[in-house]
């Protein structure tokens, strides 16, 4: 049955507390689990705000596809145009979508990521030190969530880590709601110009790095390509943890009970991280997008070929069908298959990367410092409300 269609309503993006989820995102689910919103840049799209049809939507690229090959709805008021760039095969379907993502898959399996778990420990370790060694209040973004995966994406990809800016500058760009796309092009120039002198040096002298097993294991690759397909790494590598983590420090320091079960037992760490993952993706103010290949019902609506679907992570992680009293962190919760990494053929690629440097990143924080606490109110806080991955821009903390 087809349910009546209703004028689109702004996408929600309004929040009542700096660590509470979307306003608007638990009546739509409840309501109208698929309706029409409006995107600050103009363009309308169904916004499907539950766990069900997230995974259906998401789950079926021959239905929905993740071509952009036109202005998609987009959170920044005024829209960015697509790039047209090689082997950006997040925005790709099918076998040129596989195409690329097998020549990395192997450099994120759990195998893979468990040989890295010493050297990410020394590295959050390194930086622990140099926290304890300043006098408070110290910044825990620019002091360890953000040079941390900055550092472990770099040494992962073979980047020297003395071009950390460039890469962080490039993320903060993309991401950012207010750059145009001119910046967006200028900071990935600069990037690939970085790329382009690594890319010699291990063609001609191979480590124990994926760009230079990128490089010689797959010479079909154009240097374009290559260059396309690191800058994403290197990107999406570094920010997605750096957010993940800072608001995961603030969130359990706002929660001493759960603080004290995460602290109590290090052993379920990762089930723990598990919990705070989908908790916190529940924060989300985004959606990931999509366009339907043909006429489709999702939720009683009649979604045409061509047109926009808007899939909040948010919402179906927040779901009650996924789990009972949802909107709560519970690290006693048994756990579920949350969408905090995406769902299909698209789930993040780095999703194994991620989920290793969260967990040492915060089992060892809070035993290096068992009473560290926030040096200003959490509502004081610089929350990132202008970059499309939400997080905080600074997290001031004593000890």
Known sequence: MTCPVHEPVPFPRERDHVLGPVRGLSRLRQEEPVRKVRFPNGIDAWLAANYEHFRAVTGTPERFSSRKDEIEPQLRK?????MKIPASFNRADG?????????????????????????????????????AARPGPVDLVSAFTL???SLVIAELLGVPYEHRRAFQEAASTSLGLNAT??????????????????????????????????????????RAEA???????????????????????????????????????????ARAVEEIMRRLSGNSSGALIRRAVENVEVGGQQIRAGEWVAVSMAAANLDP???????????????????????????CLGQNLARAELEIMLVSLFARFPHLRLAVPVEELPFRNDMLVYGVHALPVTW
């Open 227 to 269: 260059t396309t397909l690191c800058i994403g790494l290197l990107v999406a590598g570094h920010e997605t943890t750096a957010n993940f983590s800072g608001m995961a420090i603030i969130t359990l320091l706002q929660q001493p009970e759960q603080l004290a079960k995460f602290t109590a037992h290090p052993e379920k760490a």
């Open 321 to 347: 069908a996924l789990c009972p009293h949802a909107e709560q962190l519970d690290l006693d919760r048994a756990p579920v298959q949350h969408v905090a990494f995406g769902h299909g053929p698209h789930a």
């Open 78 to 82: 005024v829209s960015r145009p697509p």
């Open 147 to 149: 040079p941390v995966p």
């Open 181 to 222: 796309a001119d910046e967006v092009q200028q900071s990935f120039a600069r990037l690939g110009e970085i790329l382009g002198s690594v890319f010699d040096a291990r063609l001609a002298d191979p480590r124990d790095d994926l760009i230079s097993r990128l490089l010689h294991e797959h010479p079909d690759l154009s």
């Open 95 to 131: 076998e040129e979508h596989q195409h690329y993502r097998r020549k990395l898959t192997a450099e994120f399996m759990v195998k893979r990521i468990a040989g890295l778990r010493p050297r990410i420990q020394q590295i959050v370790d390194e930086h622990l030190d140099a926290v």
